[in-house]
């Protein structure tokens, strides 16, 4: 399993990035969960947004409303729709996928995303 993130970079408050994670190696793509996690400079990663299907979405309630996780299962896919940055968003995003009922996953490289004036 290969995660490959991009979309990263500078953004002012206020504005929009869509952070795109593809996956590679990866037999039955539609059986993983998929989810954004990010780690900000002297924190521990957290999860931002996790997605099985259109039925099973979760979100971290700093980024309800303003973040949108989607999944393209044909071109093995993930992504993270962020609006209305802000500077607290800062951080490397992490891509993960994990197959359904296991425990552990694959991680991506990361790709940092900054919000600043």
């Known amino acids: 399993v290969q995660l490959v993130e991009s979309g990263g970079g500078l953004v002012q408050p206020g504005g929009s990035l869509r952070l795109s994670c593809a996956a590679s190696?990866?037999?039955?793509?539609?059986?993983?969960?998929m989810a954004w996690y990010r780690q900000a400079p002297g924190k521990q990663r957290e999860l931002v947004a996790a997605?099985?299907?259109?039925?099973?979405?979760n979100y971290s309630d700093s980024v309800k409303g303003r973040f949108t996780i989607s999944r393209d299962n044909a071109k093995k896919m993930a992504y993270l729709q962020m609006n209305n940055l802000r500077p607290e968003d800062t951080a490397v995003y992490y891509c993960k996928a994990t197959f359904r009922g296991e425990a552990d996953g694959s991680w991506g490289q990361g790709t940092q995303v900054t919000v600043s004036p």
């Open positions: 997605m099985y299907n259109s039925h099973a979405i």
């Open positions: 190696i990866i037999n039955r793509f539609s059986m993983y969960v």
